[in-house]
């Protein structure tokens, strides 16, 4: 048997569950297909997926299939297609064998594949596209191919035509039916099969096949079928398609602790808390146990359990007892006091035996959202906390915190959809009750371009003690960040004083918040005679009130950048700009995408965008964002004051 981990990317209504449905379908794992409209698909199983007809989390699934050159088992993966669960699209890549990449006829490529198109390449993913929703557009896919020969770089090619009858045709099932021009184009990215193809008249070795097979897989070919999810027009072909061109090369990821890469987490009640995880190499459990102590740090098994107790293979009800397992055949590893599971990452040991708090594993991606929650009983905070903890164990793009001084609970997401989706998930199935804010955004004082040389200094005792003058240049830095250069010799104690009142300094600016992007260089520094404690109290004052003092007209207040896209109705492009215009929204640009209809770019602040996803659909009966980031970087921000 031959295992292939295949994954399906795709902008946001582009067809991958749908698509993902009828592959299950046309293998015999289901017996009906479901839509997204009756919430009945094998890949949407979440109340919140089904209400709302979107993925919220990524989904795995066993497919057997049969072609003429082998027997495999795809290991299918669907992938959430909106941004604030971007994460898990990312924590894929570096295991993915082979992509899908769903485009829509009847319009350019989007921006959501535009993105995941970008990141496969990154990730070297062989990848091989499928022009979907062709029952409804017909002949209109050539803008689609046009638009991404730009974002290749180079042009796709297209193996599928028309018939006399209207009926479609796929080159690997008739390869004798297409013109000589495509043959070339299987062969013209590689040099060499092309030099072997014209020494081989006979025509007995089939080159284009072969360049076919090879050329996804080293970046230099872009093969693209077209047909329809919706009523399984060209899915077969499109399978046996993805499976003759050659694999992404996974050994390179090979650890030397453990050769398995998590790729996602989840909670079953029948298996507790697990990770999905691809061997990166054949593996005998049965080596676990005879590791030393010393190359374990830490004990992988507890006395109860054998390491092959803690595996499963993905699709498999309840088997136990696995000794061996096999490279890229992905297996459930249950969770383990010594592990760390962290999507994206291989599986390693724990550096001592205490259990790590979950929420250290999305600290790599810092949110600027936030929820404050508080529960109605208080007696319930563990409960709830509980709850927490699995959503993060789930999806790390969430990271929860307890402020401590109020009792309060502040959850932090990827956005406004994820935030609001995470209430819901933590909320469902529990009559307790729960209070929560609106969403936070996060604010900081940016410091402006400036160079600006202060003398601090502070009095006291009817101006008989003295802070002892201090000459400095406060000047803005690079990013958000704040620190202290010393151009002067200091007692330790004098530069610790002089560092935490600087720091205190800059907790509240104008604006109440913290100020960002700023560098204290102390230039000279003259201590007075007498007391060293009362001199250290007074020129904290003096560093407190002296910075303090620049920061009214000095600072601007920022947050988060958002960018949308909207393909709109011309008929309500209107109503959107309007209510855009009154956002303080940037119109960045409009142009008719199809008929009738309007792709709209604009950008505005975090905060004046929240909300709006839910006015678009009521403006428009239905319509979304197509494509939305947020990010805050010392490049990429909103100015709310200055």
């Known amino acids: 048997m031959i295992y292939r981990t295949i994954g399906i990317f795709a902008h946001i209504d582009s067809g991958k569950t749908t698509l993902t449905e009828r592959i299950l379908f046309e293998a015999g794992v289901i017996s009906a297909v479901g839509t997204i409209e009756d919430g009945n698909t094998e890949s949407d199983q979440l109340q919140e997926e089904i209400e709302r007809g979107i993925s919220i989390r990524t989904s795995f699934h066993v497919v057997p299939w049969k072609t003429s050159f082998g027997s495999f088992e795809i290991q299918l993966i669907?992938?959430?297609?909106?941004?604030?669960?971007?994460?898990?699209?990312?924590?894929?890549?570096?295991?993915?064998?082979?992509?899908?990449?769903?485009?829509?006829?009847?319009?350019?490529?989007?921006?959501?594949?535009?993105?995941?198109?970008?990141?496969?390449?990154?990730?070297n993913v062989p990848m091989v596209f499928f022009i979907n929703k062709l029952d409804r557009f017909g002949d209109d896919y050539l803008d689609t191919l046009v638009s991404l020969e730009e974002i290749l770089g180079g042009a796709p090619v297209s193996l599928f035509q028309k018939d006399k009858s209207g009926k479609l045709e796929f080159y690997l099932s008739n390869a004798m039916s297409f013109p000589k021009a495509v043959k070339e184009e299987l062969l013209s990215w590689n040099d060499d099969l092309m030099i072997s193809s014209w020494n081989d008249p006979s025509g007995q070795t089939d080159f284009p096949m072969i360049g076919l097979s090879t050329g996804p897989k080293?970046?230099?070919?872009?093969?693209?079928?077209?047909?329809?999810?919706?009523?399984?027009?060209?899915?077969?072909?499109l399978l046996d398609l993805v499976l003759w061109t050659e694999p992404k090369d996974t050994r390179e990821l090979s650890s030397e602790v453990f050769p398995l890469l998590v790729l996602s987490r989840r909670m079953a009640p029948e298996i507790g808390r697990y990770a999905v995880v691809y061997p990166t190499k054949d593996?005998?459990?049965?080596?676990?146990?005879?590791?030393?102590?010393?190359?374990?740090?830490?004990?992988?098994?507890?006395?109860?359990?054998?390491p092959e107790e803690r595996f499963q293979f993905l699709g498999a009800s309840g088997e136990t007892g696995i000794h061996t397992l096999q490279k890229g055949k992905l297996i459930l590893l249950?969770?383990?006091?010594?592990?760390?599971?962290?999507?994206?990452?291989?599986?390693?040991?724990?550096?001592?035996?205490?259990?790590?708090?979950?929420?250290?594993?999305?600290?790599?991606?810092?949110?600027?959202?936030?929820?404050?929650?508080?529960?109605?009983?208080?007696?319930?905070?563990?409960?709830?906390?509980?709850?927490?903890?699995?959503?993060?164990?789930?999806?790390?793009?969430?990271?929860?915190?307890?402020?401590?001084?109020?009792?309060?609970?502040?959850?932090?997401?990827?956005?406004?959809?994820?935030?609001?989706i995470g209430i819901r998930r933590i909320s469902a199935k529990t009559e307790k009750k729960l209070s929560f804010s609106s969403i936070n955004i996060a604010k900081l004082e940016l410091f402006k371009k400036m160079s600006h040389k202060v003398a601090l200094e502070h009095r006291a005792f009817e101006d008989q003690k003295s802070s002892g003058a201090?000459?400095?240049?406060?000047?803005?830095?690079?990013?958000f960040s704040k620190h202290i250069a010393f151009e002067v010799?200091?007692?330790?104690?004098?530069k610790h004083s002089?560092?935490?009142?600087?720091?205190?300094?800059?907790?509240?600016?104008?604006?109440?918040?913290?100020?960002?992007?700023?560098?204290?260089?102390?230039?000279?520094?003259?201590?007075?005679?007498?007391?060293?404690?009362?001199?250290?109290?007074?020129?904290k004052v003096a560093i407190l009130a002296g910075v303090k003092e620049c920061f009214p007209s000095?600072?601007?207040?920022?947050?988060?950048?958002?960018?949308?896209?909207?393909?709109?109705?011309?008929?309500?492009?209107?109503?959107?700009?309007?209510?855009?215009?009154?956002?303080?929204?940037?119109?960045?640009?409009?142009?008719?995408?199809?008929?009738?209809?309007?792709?709209l770019k604009a950008n505005a602040s975090a905060q004046n965008l929240l909300g709006f996803s839910g006015a678009l659909r009521n403006m428009t009966k239905g319509i979304g964002i197509s494509w939305e980031r947020t990010a805050f970087t010392s490049e990429f921000y909103a100015v709310l004051k200055e």
């Open 78 to 123: 669907d992938t959430p297609g909106h941004i604030d669960f971007r994460n898990q699209v990312t924590d894929l890549l570096p295991a993915m064998e082979s992509a899908i990449v769903v485009l829509e006829a009847g319009t350019v490529v989007q921006s959501q594949a535009r993105l995941v198109i970008e990141e496969l390449r990154m990730a």
């Open 489 to 494: 010799s200091l007692p330790e104690e004098v």
């Open 218 to 237: 080293s970046g230099k070919l872009y093969p693209v079928y077209g047909g329809s999810a919706k009523t399984g027009e060209g899915v077969r072909e």
């Open 498 to 539: 002089i560092e935490t009142s600087f720091m205190e300094a800059c907790l509240h600016g104008f604006y109440g918040e913290e100020v960002c992007g700023l560098r204290l260089r102390v230039l000279s520094y003259e201590m007075p005679k007498g007391d060293l404690q009362t001199t250290l109290t007074l020129l």
């Open 554 to 599: 000095n600072t601007y207040l920022v947050c988060p950048l958002t960018e949308i896209e909207v393909m709109v109705d011309t008929d309500h492009l209107g109503v959107v700009l309007s209510d855009l215009s009154r956002r303080n929204a940037k119109v960045i640009s409009i142009f008719e995408a199809v008929a009738g209809k309007s792709h």
């Open 470 to 479: 201090l000459i400095a240049v406060l000047e803005d830095t690079a990013d």
């Open 334 to 420: 249950k969770s383990h006091n010594d592990l760390d599971l962290l999507p994206g990452l291989p599986v390693t040991l724990r550096r001592d035996l205490a259990p790590k708090d979950h929420n250290e594993n999305s600290n790599r991606n810092p949110s600027p959202f936030s929820i404050v929650i508080e529960p109605e009983e208080s007696s319930d905070k563990e409960f709830w906390l509980c709850r927490l903890e699995e959503l993060v164990w789930e999806d790390p793009g969430y990271r929860h915190e307890l402020k401590e001084e109020t009792g309060q609970i502040v959850l932090y997401g990827r956005g406004e959809l994820h935030l609001e």
């Open 283 to 306: 593996l005998e459990l049965t080596s676990l146990k005879n590791m030393t102590m010393g190359q374990r740090k830490g004990k992988f098994t507890t006395e109860e359990n054998d």
